[in-house]
Nanobody, 133 residues
Framework: QERLVESGGGSVQAGESLRLSCSAF??????????LGWFRQAPGKERERVAT????????YVANSVAGRATISQDSAKKTLYLQMNNLKPEDTAMYYC????????????????????????WGQGTQVTVSS
């Protein structure tokens, strides 16, 4: 039984938008205090962090590669994480993964640097985003 289930991926043209969703309804951890995030991996490349959020906190981490085009949000009542991606580019083509962790805000949304992939023990199966030019 999957703890994290992504949806919303698809094939779009450059400049279009997508909203990815991640249902954490079966997540075993305490959702209200968890760190949730989106990562992506393009073919032949390492997985990279896209955005993270500490549930219940105000801060967000958003990678420079998507800054200004991506918004991470969540709905506690639905235990669902979202990633709104606008003005998609071909370089955004990747498998997008949802991840969850019990880490606290200092590591989820660090003041310096970026969240560490190794801090996230729970992962979904991914949803594919393909952007054509």
């Amino acid at each position: 039984q999957e703890r994290l289930v992504e949806s919303g991926g698809g094939s779009v043209q450059a400049g279009e938008s997508l909203r990815l969703s991640c249902s954490a309804f079966q997540y075993d951890g305490d959702y209200s205090s968890s760190c949730l995030g989106w990562f992506r991996q393009a073919p032949g490349k390492e997985r990279e962090r896209v955005a993270t959020v500490q549930i219940g906190g105000p801060s967000r981490y958003v990678a420079n590669s998507v800054a200004g085009r991506a918004t991470i949000s969540q709905d506690s009542a639905k235990k669902t994480l979202y990633l709104q991606m606008n003005n998609l580019k071909p370089e955004d083509t990747a498998m997008y993964y949802c991840a969850a962790s019990p880490i606290q805000a200092a590591r989820c949304v660090p003041l310096l640097g970026a969240p560490k992939e190794g801090d996230f023990p729970y992962w979904g199966q991914g949803t594919q985003v393909t952007v054509s030019s």
